[in-house]
């Protein structure tokens, strides 16, 4: 147990891991990474790993461009190892109006330098035939697009960290972030306090808890997230393209010889992490099988082997998710030395090391590298969000994550 450090980073998951290693990078800053569980065990490894480029604004896909050359040079610069495809991805759209987003999608991808392109529904069968071009309407290839596996990277960053001389402190409970005057003057754990005058609360779908804790109100929602690893399928190949059916929100990818797959429910829900006790691991969170079932059935016509293969995993995770699809970043109001790096909005893992990277400069430098107004928690400014409509936006975000209406 250490007594003091620059910088706490409370959370290992992507984000958290990933801000520590930028921090650690920065030389000459003491930075400690504590998780109340093992570290990068919670839903960081649970996740699907999909990286999509093409988003609904400029700044998340520059972000998410850079997230990209990250994770292609993350072995190199981490020295940790991750396994990832470049397989580009399909969106694919059976209504008129998820083809209309597509349009919006394909201008924005151009303008911002991806490689998009409309193709039609007999060519994206060719590109991955497990998709079958039966009642698609319009359908973009994203070149850009790949995935990885989603357990070697917030464990990457934080042994990465770890070399850079961060201190790693697993099973270590935060019970408050302590302020003073305004001040944060660092945090109260279940073994002793760490004096800090910054703190960076990236702890997950406990967020909310830290911050609350510390008299701070954040408007983010912890969320289930399930998804299906299937056994292996002839033909299943690690560069048959993602892909992804907007209306029904349901997404696949090649994992181990067969396919990952999941849906954002239209329903989903949503989780108080304190009612469920100071013990809750992630690997314990209540699953239930029959939603993707029903969204198997909803695919058919396109996706028909998710009916018949058989499940090797179901597992899930538990991301954050904001009433307006925003990451929540940066710095808190009321209290210097209070950062966020919340709110991933089902999409976090996949642009951490972007957001990890930006998020230690604004620490160190007083800025980001990049406006990232957009995410901050200033942008509630009233703060009289109740968790009813807050939890009602959330959904709609969630059950709309490919822009389909």
Not at 98 to 122: H, K, M, N, W
Request: with cysteine; aromatic share 6%; proline share 6%.
């Amino acid at each position: 147990m250490i007594s003091k450090a620059d910088v706490v980073v409370i959370g290992s998951g992507g984000l958290g891991a990933a801000t520590a290693y930028y921090l650690s990078k920065r030389g000459g800053l003491s930075v400690a990474l504590i998780d109340k569980h093992e570290i990068g065990s919670q839903t960081s490894p649970r996740a699907a790993g999909m990286v999509s480029c093409v988003r609904k604004s400029d700044l998340m896909v520059g972000l998410i461009k850079d997230a990209c050359r990250k994770i292609e040079a993350f072995t190199e610069e981490t020295g940790q190892p991750l396994d990832w495809v470049h397989s580009g991805s399909l969106k694919i759209a059976r209504r008129p109006q998820d083809a209309e987003v597509i349009e919006d999608d394909l201008e924005r991808g151009r303008r911002t330098g991806l490689d998009v392109e409309l193709i039609s529904p007999e060519e994206a069968s060719r590109l991955n035939p497990f998709l079958q071009p039966t009642g698609v309407v319009a359908a973009m290839r994203i070149g850009d697009d790949r995935y990885f596996d989603p357990a070697q990277v917030a464990v990457g960053f934080a042994r990465a960290a770890a070399a850079q001389g961060a201190t790693l402190l697993p099973k270590t409970d935060v019970r408050a972030v302590n302020i003073v005057g305004g001040n944060v003057i660092g945090v109260t754990t279940a073994n002793g306090v760490i004096e800090s005058p910054v703190v960076v609360d990236a702890a997950g779908a406990w967020t909310r808890q830290v911050a609350e804790a510390s008299g701070i109100r954040v408007p983010l929602v912890p969320t289930r997230q399930q998804l299906i690893v299937t056994e292996p399928l002839d033909g299943a190949r690690a560069d048959l393209p993602m892909i992804r059916i907007m209306d029904a929100a349901v997404y696949t990818r090649p994992c181990q010889g067969g396919f990952l797959w999941g849906v954002y429910e239209e329903t989903p829900r949503f989780f108080d992490m304190q009612s469920l006790g100071a013990g809750f691991d992630v690997k314990d969170m209540p699953l239930d099988i029959e939603v993707l079932h029903a969204a198997a059935d909803e695919v058919k016509d396109q996706l028909p082997f998710l009916q018949t293969a058989k499940v090797r995993e179901f597992r899930g995770g538990i991301p954050t998710m904001t009433a307006d699809g925003h990451h929540i970043l940066g710095p808190a109001t009321g209290a210097t030395g209070f950062y966020f790096a919340s709110g991933c909005n089902v999409a976090g893992l996949s642009i951490s090391p972007a957001i990890g990277e930006a998020l230690a400069a604004w620490i160190v430098d007083g800025k980001p590298p990049v406006d990232l107004s957009p995410m901050s928690v200033a942008r509630f400014k009233d703060q009289s969000w109740s968790d009813d409509q807050l939890q009602h936006d959330a959904a709609w975000q969630y059950r709309h994550f490919y822009g389909a209406v």
